[in-house]
């Protein structure tokens, strides 16, 4: 493609009134996996911004030749946490502090202004012209305008094309590498341990309880409170020991907090079957037919608890898991009996599978169940900063910074 085609790619904002037939023929080619293998697809139920369309800021840009589309990405803006210090309240002020009975030693969050770019997408007959280069560029100069520090994107380890298309032409470095966890939904439900209590977190107090326990863990978004609030939010659930709780019942994070069980752990949900579908396909008549045997015998069967295949070659729908947190030595024990609820409440609305993402080294991973050949191990997230006057400059460079054990992974951008 000479020089003089190019300058023809005209890059605009995505207009839903005349766009959204030729954005969907985009999405539609970009789906298409290599001949005989299996590939995702992704039905955004005719609102080509839904992934995005949750954050404090968005935008969705378009390329077009002439008429045609022929590429397009989604971006988004919020702020979050980058690190932690000591409060200069609490460094500066320690008599304050100490009449008070304020925590001395807890540090509290660093905030910055982050972007997240998603859903790039250049039609095949018009890849390696530029056109992804130029989407991305685009994209960053709105960031920019609207003062995000850094950028960050999440694409998998062998998307060669990508991963180089970042880090090679647009300056960004690999950062973190997050597992994807996706667990099945049966057709029977999971039994709940009974020795253990369930309990149902009004938003308010789900969001007094992340603020106290993990808003210094990165990625925190700052307005954790409109997430909670958000329609698509199923619920927040929190675990305990049965009969552990010092006032008999639940009586406010505040009480909780202050005399915590020896252990507890906690989660939110969200809603992505109104956002999304998902359809597996190019699978094999074989393989569907046992996917399906196993269905109708777990549906026949229940108490057996056979681990069925749920009907994934149909559209689908999925919750996500996000905000989990615990602490305690039976904390995984405890998160296990959460994700059980919540499969339970996911097969009630009719999801295919329940999703998490949480940092590689995450602690509690290990109560988390879920299907090794269903999930990704490694999900890459490369980072750029666009610029260097916004956040205090207490953390110095974000993008240099080792991991944390944990990592907050916004549902409103899964
Ligand atoms: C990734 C994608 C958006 C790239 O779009 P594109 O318009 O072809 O990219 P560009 O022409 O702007 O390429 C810019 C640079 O990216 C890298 N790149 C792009 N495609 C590549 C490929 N297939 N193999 C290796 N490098 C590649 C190259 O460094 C390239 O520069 P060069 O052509 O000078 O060597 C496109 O392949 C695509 O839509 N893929 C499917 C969807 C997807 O994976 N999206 C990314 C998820 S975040």
Redesign the pocket.
Request: charged share 25%; net charge positive; hydrophobic share 40%.
């Given at each position: 493609m000479g020089e003089e085609r190019v300058d023809m790619i005209v890059v605009r904002e995505f207009d839903p009134r005349k766009d959204g037939v030729g954005v969907e023929e985009v999405e539609r080619r970009?789906e298409v996996g290599p001949g005989g293998k299996l590939s995702l697809f992704t039905d955004l139920l005719g609102d080509p911004i839904c992934r995005v369309r949750n954050s404090p800021a968005f935008l969705m840009l378009v390329a077009e030749i002439g008429e045609e589309i022929v590429?397009m990405i989604r971006g988004c803006i919020k702020t979050v946490t980058c690190g932690k210090k000591l409060s200069r309240t609490v460094k500066n002020n320690y008599s304050y502090n100490v009449i008070n009975n304020n925590d001395l030693s807890k540090p509290v969050p660093v905030y910055t202004k982050v972007a997240y770019i998603?859903g790039?997408?250049?039609s095949p007959s018009h890849?390696?012209?530029?056109?992804?280069?130029k989407l991305v560029h685009q994209m960053e100069d709105w960031f920019r305008q609207n003062g995000a520090e850094y950028s960050y994107?999440a694409?998998e380890n062998d998307?060669?094309?990508?991963v180089?298309?970042f880090t090679?032409?647009c300056g960004y470095s690999k950062f973190r590498t997050p597992s994807i966890l996706v667990n099945p939904v049966f057709a029977h439900r999971v039994p709940v341990s009974n020795r253990v209590t369930i309990i149902k977190l009004t938003p308010h107090d789900a969001e007094l309880l992340y603020r106290r326990r993990f808003a210094t863990t990165e990625f925190f978004p700052r307005d954790i409170d409109s997430v909670l609030k958000n329609k698509l939010n199923v619920g927040n659930f929190l675990a305990v020991p049965r009969g552990s709780l010092k006032s008999g019942s639940w009586a406010g994070p505040d009480s909780f907090l202050s005399d915590p069980p020896e252990s507890w752990a906690v989660l939110s949900v969200w809603n992505c079957k109104d956002v999304f579908r998902l359809e597996v396909r190019g699978a094999s008549r074989v393989k569907r037919t046992f996917a399906k045997t196993t269905r109708v015998v777990d549906k026949a069967l229940p108490f057996l608890r056979l681990p069925s295949v749920p009907a994934v070659f149909r559209p689908f729908g999925l919750y996500f898991m996000y905000g989990l947190g615990g602490e305690g030595p039976r904390a995984a024990k405890m998160m296990k009996a959460l994700c059980g609820h919540v499969h339970n409440l996911a097969k009630e609305s009719g999801c295919g599978v329940v999703v998490t993402e949480v940092a590689n080294r995450e602690p509690l991973k290990l109560g988390i169940p879920h299907w090794k050949m269903l999930s990704c191990a490694e999900d890459l997230w490369c980072i750029k900063r666009l610029g260097e006057d916004y956040s205090d400059g207490s953390v110095g460079d974000w993008t240099k910074s080792p991991p944390g054990l944990s990592i907050f992974v916004d549902p409103r951008e899964f």
């Open positions: 970009c590429g998603l790039l997408r250049v890849r390696r012209m530029g056109i992804g280069l994107i694409t998307n060669h094309a990508s180089k298309l090679d032409k």
